[in-house]
Nanobody, 115 residues
């Protein structure tokens, strides 16, 4: 049973924007704080942003002011609006619970920022 499905990645120039989506199974979405993570080439997976069930948010310093996380309770979808993208934002982006609760990782979505 697929529980997390990320989409919306692509190739964009520096300064551009993308919006990522994460379709979440209802049970997981309704019970958990959710977040975005990313794995940059040659690096460990890292936390990017958090969205609580009451819509509070938190961001890594590297993306604060540029990325916006949100949740659509009706659709069970989480979003990551990424603006003013930088080359160093290039990564595979994943969604999952925060903290991790044993939910399998999805396939991720590749974001490539390149001139």
């Amino acid at each position: 049973q697929v529980q997390l499905v990320e989409s919306g990645g692509g190739l964009v120039q520096p300064g551009g924007s993308l919006r990522l989506s994460c379709a979440v199974s209802a049970r997981i979405f309704d019970r958990n704080t959710m977040g975005w993570y990313r794995q940059r080439p040659g690096n460990e997976r890292e936390w990017v942003a958090t969205a609580g069930r009451a819509n509070w948010t938190n961001y890594a310093e590297s993306v604060k002011g540029r990325f916006t996380i949100s949740r659509d309770k009706a659709k069970k979808v989480m979003y990551l609006q990424m603006d003013r993208l930088k080359v160093e934002d290039t990564a595979v982006y994943y969604c999952n619970t925060i903290p991790r609760s044993g939910v399998d990782w999805g396939q991720g979505t590749q974001v490539t920022v390149s001139p």
